[in-house]
């Protein structure tokens, strides 16, 4: 019996990876609400709060999660950092995760 292809590659692709965001696009979605900065203070690393505030936008703009590595570089770039984290932070990220939908 044959899988019904329901969508092309490309559009995997896309529904697989964040969204691209203009310049403006993330100083909305990426904006930090006033009850989650407290919560900032807790993490114990600058990559803990880079991956809540990146996940937290793309959840914002698609309502979902996504794999660490497949962040866009350009969106860890506004905070510092050029490239995808370890496996031990998708752990964390999983973790924020929970928080964000809470």
Do not use: H, W
């Not at 803990?48 to 996940?55: E, K, R, S």
């Amino acid at each position: 019996m044959r899988i019904i292809d329901i969508l092309n590659p490309a559009e995997i692709k896309e529904f697989e990876n964040p969204p691209i965001f203009s310049y403006q696009q993330r100083k909305v979605f990426f904006e930090i609400p006033v009850g989650l900065k407290s919560k900032l203070n807790e993490f114990f690393s600058p990559v803990n709060d880079v991956g809540l505030v990146t996940q937290m936008g793309y959840f914002r703009a698609c309502g979902r999660f996504f794999r660490l590595n497949t962040f866009c570089n350009s969106d860890l770039a506004r905070f510092g950092f050029e490239d995808q984290s370890t496996d031990s932070e998708l752990l964390i990220l999983q973790n924020q995760n929970r928080l964000i939908e809470s």
